[in-house]
């Protein structure tokens, strides 16, 4: 691969993985420091741990209802994904809600 194209020929192409890692560090970097900062912006926190607290209650209610309503023993694990997946869910969505908000009002400008 050469300056990102692949060379075809009589042999199977290669892929320079490294010229490929060095693009995707160069464009990531940038997006994962704009997403970091909205994560941890306190009204994305607030509103992500609202869905976790409904989404998660209703998890549990679904993935336990059974232990919970015979008595068998309770997968900790599974109490504590069933929060943690909708949290993550809700503040990455609103994280690239807001991304692509600020690209749009950018590029307008």
């Not at 900790?76 to 994280?95: E, G, I, Q, R, T």
Request: positive net charge.
């Amino acid at each position: 691969m050469i300056g990102g194209r692949i060379r075809t020929g009589s042999r199977a192409p290669r892929i320079n993985f490294a010229w490929i890692c060095m693009r995707l560090i160069h464009m990531g970097i940038f997006a994962l420091s704009r997403i970091g900062l909205i994560l941890i912006q306190r009204h994305v926190v607030r509103n992500a741990f609202r869905v976790s607290l409904v989404v998660g209650a209703l998890l549990n209610a679904i993935n336990q209802g059974p232990a919970l309503t015979t008595g068998q023993e309770i997968d900790w694990l599974k109490v504590l994904l069933n929060f943690v997946v909708p949290y993550c869910v809700a503040s990455y969505s609103a994280a690239r809600n807001q991304i692509e908000w600020m690209s749009r009002n950018e590029s307008e400008n």
